[in-house]
C-alpha cells in the first residue's frame, strides 16, 4: 500500500471542510421545511390511524377474522405496519431508494450543524452512533421500570398489586424490551461510531443501512411498547405457541415488532461486517484487528445470518394472526415446535451476540490499564470466531423439556458444552492479561474486573444448565433466570457500562465524574449480586418463572432480592444523574487521550472530524504493544496525527 | 447495492487515498452483494425447515389434504417470468462487459418487465387460491412462501430497475462516454454493482426454480 504522507497544501488540517458547494437534501433543510424526528412522528401516527382505517375497510366485516373479541387483526397489523412506513417517510430513510428509481445517485449532503443533526437522517456514523447511545438508553430504562415492577410485585407471596394477567405482560414487555434491547446494546451505539475509528477508516461502507438501522430500530422500540396498549401478550419474551396463537392483538405488535427490529439488526450487522472487510486502513492485517473490532465482526456475522430466521419466525406468526394460516397450530397440520425451532435457532446465536462484544470491549480496556499486551491475541480471535460459529448449532438445548426426540438431546448437550471450550478461551484471554499486571483501577477497569466476576458465575452455571439431568430438574426456574441475568446483565451491561466510562471522553469530549462514577460502580455491583444471586437459591427451591404467587418460606429470599433491585435501579439513576452532570450540569473538557490508549480512534482529533482522519493512518505493527519501551507507533500517520501527536507511541505518560 | 461512491471521500483526500477508498468500495459491493444472498438463505432456509418440519410431523394428518395444490399455471408462469427476469439481468451483465450497453438496457428493461409480471401474477394468485390459508400444513406454507417471493421479487427487480435507469443517467454524467468503457470511478462503481446484481438473481433463479418443485410438483 502506497498512501502518501504528503499533505495537501490547500486543505485546513483537521476540519475536512467541504471542498464546495453542496446540495441540501430534504433531511437536512434547515426549519419546519426538512425531514426530522417531528414529521417522522407526524407521519408514524397518520400511518397509525390510516392503517387502522383500511384494515377495518377491508376485514371489518368477516367475523373469522374479528373473532370473539371483535378485534380486527388485520387493522392492528396494518395500523402498525403503515406507523412503520410513516416513520420511515417522515425521517426520510425512503428517499434515497426512491431517487434510485430514477437513476439519480447519492446527493453530496451539506451534514446538518448543532444539536439538530441528531434528531435527523444522517450518513455521519459518530451521529448515528450516539443516536444510538441514547435510543438504547431509553430502551434499558423502560426495561428497568418494568423491572421494579415486577420486583415490587414478588414483595409479598399473596397480597397481589397486579393481576396474574397484567403481572404476565409486564414480565413479558421486560423480557422482551430487554432482550432486543441487548443484541444492539453495543453494536449499535459503539459499533457504529467506534468501528471505523479503529480500522482507520473514514466512513462506513454503506451510511443509509446505517442510518437505515437506527430509526428502523427505533420503530421497533415503539411496536413493541404499544403492545401495553393493546393488552400485551402473555408469553413472556419467547413468545411460544400455541399460547401466541391464543393471544389478543397485543401479540401482534410482538411478532411485528421483533420482525421490525430483526430488520434493523440485520441491517447493522451487514453494514458493519462489510465495513471490517474492506475499509481496514492499509497495513491493518487480520492479526492486528483490535479484538473489540473481532468481537463485532463476529457479532455482525451472526446479526446478519440468525436475524434472517428471526425475521421468517415472525412473519409466520403474523400470517397466523391476519390471514389465519395455522404454520404454528397443530390442530391444523402446523406445529408449535416449528415457532420454538426457529426462535431459538436466532435465539441461541443472540445469546452471543450480547456475549461477544461485552467481551471486546473488556479485551481492549484491560491491556490499557494493566500496560501489557493482550495475552494470546490470536487464541481470542480464534474464540470469538469458534464462538459465533458453533452458536449455530446448539439451539435445540432449549428444547431438552419441550418435547424433543430424546435421542437429540446428547447431540445438543455435546455441542453446547462444546461451545464452552472457545469461550473459555476468551475468558482466559482476560485472566491471563491480567495475571501479574499493575492495574489502574479506573472506572471502566473495575467494570471489566465485575464483567470477569459475574460472567464466571453466569458461565459455570450455564455449562450446569447444559447438562440434560440438570436442566430437567431446574428448568422453568429462577436459576434459569439468574443464570441469564448473570451473563447478560453481569456481562454485557456491565461491559457496556465500561465502554461507556472508557469512550464517552472521545465520544462526547467530556469526562465523567470519577466520584459519581465509583458510587455508580459499587452500588451497581453490589446490589446486581444481592438482587440475583439469592435468585438461584430461590429456583432451587422450586420457584418457577412468570408466576406471581409463590410459596411462603420464600418470601424472606424474594424480599432481600427485591430491595437489592431497588438499590440497582438507583444505581441507574445515578449513573443518569453522572451522565447529566458531566456533560450538561458541569462539563469537564476530556484529554485528547485521557488513558494512554494506543487504540487508533484515540488519535485523531478531539472532536472527532467530519472525516475522521486528516490523512488514512497506515498500521504498522500489532495494536497491544504497551510493555515495549520504544516500540514503534501502532499506526503511522505520515507525520500527521491530527491531534498533532505521535499516533500512539508506547510509555508516554502513565507512570507504571 | 444501495450506496454510491460519489459522496464518499473527504475533500482533503489525496489521489492515493481516493484511489485506496475506491477499492474498498468495490470490494463493499462484492462483499455486499455475496452478504445478500447469505441473508436470503437464511430466509429460504427458515421457510424450507418449516415445510419439511411439517411435513414431516404431518399433525392431526393435515400436511396436506389429497388433492390440494396450489394453481399450476400461475406456478409456471411466476417461475418463467423469474428465470426470464434472472436469465436478462445476467446476460446484460455479461453484454455489458463486452461493451455493448444498449443490450445490458435492452435486456435490463425487459427482465423489469418480467419481474413485475411476476409481482402481478405472484400477488393474483393470492386471490385465485383453491384452499383457505389455514387448511393445512402445506397452505399454510403456501402462503408463507408467497409473501417471501413477493419480496424477493420487489427487491430484484427494485435492483434491475436502478441498474438501468441508472445507466441512462450515467452516460449523460460522464459527458456521452459509455459507461463501460469509462475509466472513471462512478463508471467503475456501476459495473461493480451491476455485476453483484447479476449474482443475486443467479441466486434468485435457482431459489425460485427449488421452490417450485417444492410447492407446486406433487
Request: proline fraction near 5%; aromatic fraction near 16%; charged fraction near 10%.
Amino acid at each position: 500500500m502506497t498512501i502518501s504522507a504528503e499533505r495537501p497544501t490547500e486543505t485546513a488540517a483537521g476540519t475536512a471542510a467541504p471542498a464546495g458547494p453542496r446540495r441540501v437534501s430534504w433531511t437536512n433543510r434547515p426549519g419546519w421545511m426538512s425531514q426530522h424526528l417531528g414529521t417522522a412522528l407526524v407521519l408514524a401516527f397518520l400511518g397509525y390511524l390510516l392503517g387502522h382505517w383500511w384494515g377495518n375497510h377491508i376485514a371489518g366485516n368477516y367475523h373469522y377474522i374479528n373473532g370473539a373479541s371483535g378485534q380486527n387483526s388485520v387493522a392492528d397489523f396494518l395500523a402498525l405496519l403503515l406507523m412503520v412506513v410513516g416513520w420511515l417517510v417522515g425521517i426520510g430513510a425512503l428517499n434515497y431508494p426512491i431517487a434510485k428509481l430514477f437513476g439519480r445517485e447519492a446527493v453530496e449532503e451539506a451534514p446538518a450543524k448543532g444539536m439538530s443533526r441528531y434528531f435527523r437522517y444522517t450518513l455521519d456514523h459518530k451521529v448515528v452512533g450516539m443516536q444510538y447511545v441514547v435510543g438504547t438508553l431509553l430502551f434499558l430504562f423502560t426495561g428497568g421500570l418494568l423491572a421494579m415492577a415486577i420486583r415490587t410485585e414478588l414483595l409479598n407471596p399473596t397480597v397481589h398489586i397486579f393481576n396474574p394477567g397484567t403481572y404476565i405482560e409486564i414480565v413479558s414487555e421486560h423480557g422482551t424490551i430487554m432482550m432486543m434491547m441487548a443484541t444492539s446494546v453495543v453494536v449499535g451505539p459503539l459499533g457504529n461510531y467506534l468501528v471505523p475509528l479503529m480500522i482507520g477508516s473514514r466512513r462506513m461502507a454503506f451510511p443509509r443501512i446505517e442510518a437505515f438501522s437506527f430509526w428502523i430500530f427505533s420503530a421497533g422500540y415503539m411496536v413493541i411498547f404499544s403492545a401495553l396498549f393493546y393488552g400485551g401478550f402473555p408469553t413472556g419474551w419467547t413468545g411460544y405457541a400455541p399460547l401466541q396463537n391464543q393471544a389478543g392483538p397485543g401479540m401482534i405488535s410482538y411478532l411485528f415488532g421483533f420482525a421490525v427490529i430483526g430488520m434493523g439488526m440485520i441491517a447493522a450487522g451487514f453494514n458493519i461486517a462489510v465495513t471490517i472487510i474492506n475499509y481496514r486502513a492499509p497495513g491493518m492485517t487480520w492479526s492486528r484487528v483490535p479484538m473489540f473490532v473481532w468481537s463485532i465482526l463476529a457479532t455482525a456475522s451472526l446479526l446478519t445470518l440468525a436475524t434472517p430466521v428471526l425475521f421468517s419466525a415472525g412473519l409466520f406468526g403474523i400470517l397466523d394472526h391476519v390471514v389465519l394460516t395455522s404454520l404454528y397450530v397443530n390442530e391444523h397440520g402446523g406445529s408449535s415446535y416449528l415457532w420454538e425451532n426457529l426462535f431459538w435457532f436466532f435465539g441461541h446465536p443472540e445469546v452471543y451476540i450480547m456475549a461477544l462484544p461485552g467481551f471486546g470491549i473488556v479485551a481492549e480496556i484491560v491491556p490499557v490499564f494493566t500496560r501489557k499486551p493482550l495475552f494470546a491475541y490470536k487464541v481470542a480471535a480464534a474464540g470469538m470466531m469458534g464462538v459465533a460459529l458453533l452458536s449455530f448449532f446448539v439451539w435445540q438445548h432449549h428444547l431438552f423439556q419441550s418435547g424433543i426426540n430424546p435421542d437429540m438431546r446428547p447431540l445438543f448437550m455435546l455441542t453446547t458444552e462444546l461451545i464452552s471450550i472457545p469461550t473459555g478461551f476468551i475468558y482466559l484471554v482476560g485472566m491471563g492479561s491480567l495475571y501479574k499486571s499493575k492495574m489502574r483501577l479506573e472506572i471502566p477497569m473495575l467494570f471489566s474486573l465485575a464483567l470477569y466476576f459475574n460472567f464466571l458465575i453466569g458461565g459455570i452455571t450455564g455449562v450446569f444448565l447444559s447438562d440434560v439431568p440438570v436442566n430437567v430438574t431446574v428448568h422453568g426456574s429462577f436459576f434459569v433466570l439468574s443464570h441469564f441475568h448473570y451473563t447478560i446483565m453481569g456481562g454485557l451491561i456491565f461491559a457496556f457500562m465500561a465502554g461507556l466510562y472508557y469512550w464517552l471522553p472521545k465520544m462526547t469530549g467530556y469526562m465523567m465524574n470519577k466520584k459519581l462514577g465509583l458510587w455508580h460502580f459499587w452500588t451497581m455491583f453490589i446490589f446486581f449480586n444481592m438482587t440475583f444471586f439469592p435468585m438461584f437459591i430461590i429456583g432451587l427451591l422450586g420457584q418457577p418463572r412468570r408466576v406471581f404467587e409463590y410459596a411462603h418460606g420464600l418470601q424472606g429470599l424474594n424480599d432481600f432480592s427485591s430491595i437489592s433491585a431497588f438499590c440497582l435501579g438507583a444505581s441507574f439513576l445515578l449513573f443518569f444523574w453522572n451522565l447529566m452532570y458531566s456533560m450538561i450540569i458541569n462539563p469537564k473538557k476530556a484529554p485528547a487521550n485521557p488513558w494512554d490508549s494506543l487504540g487508533l480512534e484515540w488519535q485523531t482529533a478531539n472532536p472527532v472530524p467530519l472525516y475522521n482522519f486528516e490523512r488514512i493512518p497506515v498500521i504498522v505493527t500489532e495494536p497491544y504493544r504497551y510493555s515495549e519501551p520504544g516500540a514503534p507507533a501502532y499506526a503511522d500517520f505520515g507525520g500527521g496525527g491530527s491531534d498533532g501527536g505521535s499516533s500512539g507511541a508506547v510509555g508516554s505518560s502513565v507512570e507504571e | 447495492m444501495t450506496d454510491t461512491y460519489k459522496d464518499s471521500t473527504a475533500p482533503n483526500a489525496t489521489p492515493e487515498e481516493r484511489e485506496f477508498e475506491f477499492r474498498s468500495h468495490i470490494g463493499s459491493i462484492w462483499t455486499g452483494g455475496r452478504l445478500a444472498i447469505g441473508v436470503a438463505t437464511f430466509m429460504y432456509a427458515s421457510l424450507a425447515f418449516a415445510y419439511f418440519y411439517l411435513r414431516s410431523s404431518n399433525n392431526s394428518h393435515l400436511w396436506r389434504i389429497p388433492g390440494q395444490l396450489a394453481p399450476l399455471y400461475y406456478g409456471w408462469t411466476i417461475l418463467i417470468c423469474m428465470l426470464v427476469m434472472a436469465g436478462l439481468g445476467m446476460y446484460g451483465h455479461s453484454r455489458l462487459r463486452k461493451g455493448f450497453t444498449n443490450d445490458f438496457q435492452v435486456a435490463g428493461w425487459t427482465g423489469v418487465a418480467a419481474g413485475l409480471i411476476a409481482l402481478f401474477f405472484q400477488i393474483w394468485e393470492l386471490v385465485v387460491l383453491p384452499f383457505y390459508p389455514g387448511s393445512s400444513g402445506y397452505a399454510s406454507t403456501f402462503v408463507a412462501f408467497v409473501v417471501m417471493n413477493i419480496m424477493t421479487i420487489v427487491f430484484a427487480t427494485y435492483w434491475l430497475e436502478t441498474a438501468v435507469a441508472r445507466s441512462l443517467r450515467l452516460r449523460k454524467e460522464l459527458g456521452g462516454t459509455r459507461p463501460e468503457l469509462s475509466s472513471a470511478h462512478t463508471a467503475r462503481s456501476f459495473r461493480a454493482n451491476v455485476s453483484s446484481m447479476s449474482y443475486y438473481l443467479g441466486y434468485v433463479g435457482i431459489i425460485s426454480i427449488g421452490f417450485f418443485l417444492m410447492f407446486y410438483v406433487q
